[in-house]
């Protein structure tokens, strides 16, 4: 039962965050937090030592921080920011990169999808379809969350 709860909830909030992100371009903060707290029971579980903490820990502040800097620049959004401090913190050391790599293709081909989205015309297509569009659109910007979330998953899986 505790498997269930320390790997389904991550997972579940990581799913509520990337539909979140790609239709309300927004990331609720208390999602986001509750995602980032459940790296505690989560590594007593995995029976992570104080310094493998430690490295979570660091890898998560280097993120956040690099993350604050591109946010200043206009580049991503605030809550952006905080989920991918959070998803590094669970990602630590040994996964940053794989979850850096999953985030930057994610990012990119949803760009370039949403770019593309914009030059089709809505008005003559289907409901379903234009709704799709639109969550996509990249004139609303880019939802890294998407990314950032499926990398949160993959480190789960």
């Given amino acids: 039962m505790l498997v269930l709860l320390l790997l389904c909830l991550p997972a579940a909030l990581l799913l509520a965050l990337l539909i ?10 208390a999602w986001v937090l509750a995602y ?3 790296f505690l029971p989560y590594a007593w579980w995995r029976g992570f030592s104080g310094i493998a903490v430690i490295h979570h820990v660091v890898v998560g502040v280097v993120a956040f921080i690099t993350f604050f800097v591109l946010f200043t620049r206009h580049v991503m959004g605030g809550g952006d920011v905080k989920l991918g401090a959070t998803v590094f913190l669970w990602a630590g050391p040994s996964d940053a990169v794989p979850v850096l790599l999953i985030m930057a293709i ?4 949803i760009g370039i999808v949403g770019y593309l989205a ?11 379809l234009s709704s799709a569009l639109y969550g996509l659109s990249a004139q609303r910007g880019v939802p890294y969350g998407v990314g950032l979330a499926l990398g949160g998953l993959f480190i789960l899986w």
Avoid at 106 to 109: A, P
């Fill in 20 to 29: 979140y992100d790609l239709w309300q371009r927004r990331l609720p903060n």
């Fill in 36 to 38: 980032g707290l459940l």
């Fill in 118 to 128: 914009d030059f089709l015309p809505r008005q003559q297509l289907v409901r379903p």
């Fill in 106 to 109: 994610t990012g990119g081909m």
